[in-house]
């Protein structure tokens, strides 16, 4: 006995030139990207660095950024290039968003979280401005969760008990 099984949502199957047609739309879009980390909350609980897409515009520039302000303080927003327009293009929500578990995936070294997050972007952002994300992102996790790196916090001890031998 065969079973089928179906979905709630259509998929359809674009031609060519609905794909043409809807690549020639983004080009003249200014979609962007924003980096930042998560607002704790009662409902959201876990310490994370979130990076949300606009796939569209829904014609207010304004709207789209006080939503993603709800949900993240923003440490960093650029310009998304040609491939990263290419898959919104047949995407039906307004926000596409990738989270890293802080707590979770890296086990509270927010810096190695920040160096899978750099790597992600490789191919469609310089080097320079990969650093400068990590960079914002670094201090406005130090600011928001009070998490400092490892190298910063042995700095500080070498420090201290280097003080101590002096006296």
Avoid: C
């Amino acid at each position: 006995m065969i079973k089928e099984t179906f979905t709630k949502h259509n998929h359809q199957v674009y031609s060519d030139q609905v794909i043409d047609e809807r690549l020639e739309q983004l080009k003249n879009e200014k979609l962007r990207v924003w980096y930042g980390v998560r607002r704790l909350n009662k409902i959201a609980k876990q310490k994370s660095i979130i990076v949300i897409f606009e796939n569209s515009r829904n014609g207010d520039f304004e709207k789209n950024e006080k939503k993603v302000k709800m949900f993240m303080d923003i440490a960093y927003m650029r310009y998304q290039t040609f491939e990263e327009k290419t898959d919104a293009a047949f995407k039906l929500r307004v926000f596409h968003t990738f989270e890293l578990y802080i707590d979770k995936k890296f086990k509270g070294d927010f810096e190695l979280a920040l160096e899978h997050n750099s790597l992600s972007d490789q191919n469609h952002v310089e080097l320079e401005e990969r650093e400068v994300i990590k960079n914002k992102l670094r201090s406005l996790i130090g600011s928001k969760y009070k998490m400092y790196s490892t190298e910063t916090i042995r700095g500080q001890l070498r420090f201290e008990f280097n003080r101590k031998e002096q006296l």
